[in-house]
């Protein structure tokens, strides 16, 4: 089974499409998809599909959905099993549990997992000081992303609810690659797309300040000094805070400092001080 979850979903069995066109089936896809080989209880089910208030028909409904869904896969499992030997079945495919029902990817691709196992490794290659192995994983597993996760779903608290933590996990992979790329000197190649990144996330501080690290690198002080008032602008106005200690570092080094001094190594990410927080 091959599954792509980041952006349009696709979902195939023997690379036949088993993605049904009704939104609700859609939704019970999405879920059973995005925990492939793990039972998803029916209660969350429900609750993807209803909210807290669910029909009296809610479970019947759902088996209805389950029907749909095996229906699909039994005309995928036609078109592709080989000639003898074990034949797996739409029940064997989408599994009835106790207490709720399973996909099972018989050891299929997952964007999800693909993308997280890249990321994992582009974190271990900064932690051990090759950013350019960094580099190289965290854009393979950026380049997975084709859109907002499940962007062709009409998703209810669930899937909304594992949206927000995948574009978590998206920004963190984001972030780790560009310090990345700063360790690396790369600061000129960098500002176009950091001009984009702050003002689509105007009050990420780590963002803002690799920012102003790059326009400082690439002797624009200046603008750098204004990006600071910029970002804390907006976070007064919109959070009622001031900026956080290491933004204000980073505007005290650049105020001081030439084009590169006191600035070869800089400050800790936010992944790594939250490493270091737990440890």
Request: aromatic share 4%.
């Amino acid at each position: 089974m091959n599954i792509e979850l980041l952006g349009t979903m696709d979902v195939r069995e023997n690379g036949v499409s088993i993605t049904p066109t009704a939104p609700k089936p859609r939704q019970v896809l999405a879920l059973l998809a995005l925990h492939a080989d793990q039972v998803v209880s029916v209660a969350s089910l429900t609750e993807e599909l209803w909210g807290c208030v669910p029909p009296r028909s809610a479970r019947t409904t759902l088996q209805t959905y389950v029907l749909q869904l095996r229906e699909l896969i039994s005309a995928a499992l036609e078109q592709g099993q080989p000639e003898g030997g074990a034949r797996r079945t739409a029940k064997d495919v989408l599994v009835t549990l106790p207490g709720g029902y399973l996909l099972d990817s018989a050891d299929g691709t997952s964007d999800v997992k693909v993308f997280e196992r890249l990321a994992g490794v582009g974190y271990r290659a900064i932690d051990a000081g090759d950013f350019q192995g960094a580099v190289r994983q965290l854009r393979k597993a950026l380049d997975l992303w084709t859109g907002p996760p499940f962007a062709d779903v009409q998703i209810g608290e669930q899937l909304q609810m594992e949206a927000k933590r995948l574009d978590e996990t998206r920004l963190c992979a984001l972030d780790q690659r560009i310090e990345a790329d700063l360790r690396l000197g790369r600061h000129r190649d960098l500002l176009a797309e950091l001009t984009v990144l702050v003002n689509r996330y105007p009050t990420h501080e780590n963002l803002h300040g690799q920012y102003m690290l790059a326009l400082h690198r690439s002797g624009r002080r200046s603008e750098a000094l204004a990006a600071y008032q910029r970002v804390r602008a907006t976070l007064v106005r919109e959070l009622g805070l001031e900026p956080s200690a290491e933004l204000r570092r980073i505007q005290r080094l650049i105020l001081m400092a030439g084009p590169e001094a006191g600035l070869d190594a800089p400050a800790p990410t936010e992944r790594e001080r939250l490493v270091r927080s737990k440890s």
